[in-house]
């Protein structure tokens, strides 16, 4: 059975571009969320989705979108790239009533 | 804003217990007390969760105080593969959103 899985493993892009992260749920979870990983901190909640509607939102600006598709798995879209946007970016997925289980994440370097 | 506290650091040696405590003073009823572990570069691994019943697993144990306002993860024999971040999570409901603080780091020594 495989667990969550996320693409890329790592990418590098450029202040002011747009980026798109991909996560597969864990089989039979219905339920995503993402969180962001500063280097030295705790994960920081984005958002989490169900039944391919943002149930919960974390405190992030509009640059950060997502969107559930119906086969349950996930994208993170992040416009207008900043520096401060460099970080593990982190999928988790779980039934609506469940523990979660996290992906090994998404190396993202803003240079 | 994170509502747990644990230290920052703990070692113990090979084979011995680790005791990894945290604070939860502000936990409402409703709220469950979740654990998980970050081994350097992977996401975080769920290792168990209460709500005021101490519980096993295969993993560890975890041991809620009467009051609920703190907890103890119990790795009962640790190995050098236990070295991680260890992460105490409130939690309103299971599924609901975690907040992390910046956890305990768990050194195991040979």
């Known amino acids: 059975d495989a667990g969550v899985t996320q693409s890329p493993t790592h990418l590098i892009k450029t202040r002011g571009q747009q980026v798109t992260l991909r996560c597969s749920p864990k089989?039979?979870?219905?339920?995503v969320s993402w969180y962001q990983q500063a280097l030295g901190q705790g994960p920081q909640f984005i958002f989490q989705y169900y039944e391919e509607e943002e149930r919960q939102r974390g405190n992030f600006p509009d640059r950060f979108s997502g969107h559930q598709f119906p086969n349950y798995s996930s994208e993170l879209n992040v416009n207008a790239l900043l520096l401060g946007d460099s970080a593990l970016y982190l999928c988790a997925s779980s039934l609506v009533q469940g523990s979660a289980f996290f992906g090994q994440g998404t190396r993202l370097t803003v240079v | 804003d994170a509502k747990t506290t644990q230290p920052p650091s703990m070692d113990c040696a090979e084979g011995r217990a680790a005791n990894l405590p945290c604070n939860h003073s502000t936990i409402s009823g409703n709220e469950y007390v979740y654990w998980y572990r970050q081994i350097h570069s992977q996401g975080p691994q769920y290792i168990i969760h209460?709500?005021?019943n101490n519980e096993t697993n295969e993993m560890a144990s975890l041991i809620i105080t009467e009051d609920r306002k703190s907890s103890t993860l119990i790795l009962p024999h640790a190995t050098l593969r236990d070295t991680a971040v260890y992460y105490c999570v409130e939690e309103k409901s299971s599924g609901d959103k975690l907040t992390f603080g910046t956890g305990t780091r768990l050194a195991v020594r040979p």
């Open positions: 089989s039979g979870h219905d339920t």
């Open positions: 209460g709500l005021k």
